[in-house]
């Protein structure tokens, strides 16, 4: 079955450092993989998206993330942190079947950025 | 274009009672599917309807059930409702069945089960 493992529930950073949040994923076909994020009392917004191709990928707010088949890792980076990046990030595969798709998420990492 | 819209956003009700939660999705969306998050269990899988027809279910019991209309909006409806059921419900929408494309997620509705 596929699934994704989130390291680390909350990451502290200050203003300017950069971020580094991991996720290693589990599955048997090709993945799916997404990065959303959460702002409070808000949904999902997708960050950025790996489905075929280039295995780096450049996301919104100057998010990018890079598909490593041979570490099963698809880890998020930021070279430099600000304050509005302060939210909940989730890593996710998707499962295909035939007529549905449905997301299936890690347990989230926390992210926190001090002045 | 609006987005996924969620009513009510926030709703408080106690165990026993039943509710009713509704969703519109982005206009020409055809595709609606529904996530439970909680503390502890995090993000979860409900259903997914396509053309008033429920695709796929996950491990949630039979209290929890939804539907879609003509329209494409859906409404799930939880029943008996329990202290756990206190949750952030999202709906996301999207276009087709067909493949993979994305899913846009409204901005939740808030349940609190007193």
């Known amino acids: 079955a596929q699934s994704v493992t989130q390291l680390g529930s909350h990451v502290s950073v200050s203003e300017g450092a950069l971020v580094l949040l991991r996720c290693n994923y589990s599955?048997?076909?090709?993945?799916?993989l997404f990065w959303y994020v959460q702002y409070p009392n808000q949904g999902l917004q997708l960050l950025l998206k790996y489905t075929t191709g280039a295995t780096l990928v450049k996301g919104i707010n100057g998010f990018e993330a890079e598909f490593k088949k041979s570490e099963t890792s698809f880890h998020l980076t930021k070279p430099s942190a600000h304050m509005s990046d302060a939210a909940e990030y989730f890593c996710?595969?998707?499962?295909?079947?035939?007529?549905?798709?449905?997301?299936?998420f890690g347990t989230g990492t926390r992210l926190l950025v001090s002045p | 274009k609006a987005g996924v819209t969620q009513t009510p956003r926030y709703l408080i009700k106690t165990r026993g009672q039943q509710v009713t939660l509704s969703c519109s999705p982005i206009?020409?969306?055809?595709?609606v599917s529904w996530y439970q998050q909680t503390p502890g269990q995090g993000l979860q899988f409900l259903f997914e309807?396509?053309?008033?027809?429920?695709?796929n279910k996950g491990n949630f019991p039979g209290r929890f059930s939804g539907r879609q209309f003509s329209n494409s909006r859906s409404e799930m409806n939880v029943s008996t409702l329990e202290l756990g059921d206190s949750a952030l419900y999202l709906c996301?929408?999207?276009?087709?069945?067909?493949?993979?494309?994305?899913?846009?997620f409204g901005p939740g509705t808030r349940l609190t089960v007193l």
């Open positions: 309807y396509f053309s008033e027809t429920q695709r």
């Open positions: 996710a595969v998707i499962r295909l079947g035939t007529g549905f798709q449905k997301l299936v």
């Open positions: 206009s020409g969306h055809r595709s």
């Open positions: 599955s048997s076909v090709p993945p799916y």
């Open positions: 996301a929408s999207r276009l087709s069945q067909e493949n993979y494309n994305e899913q846009f």
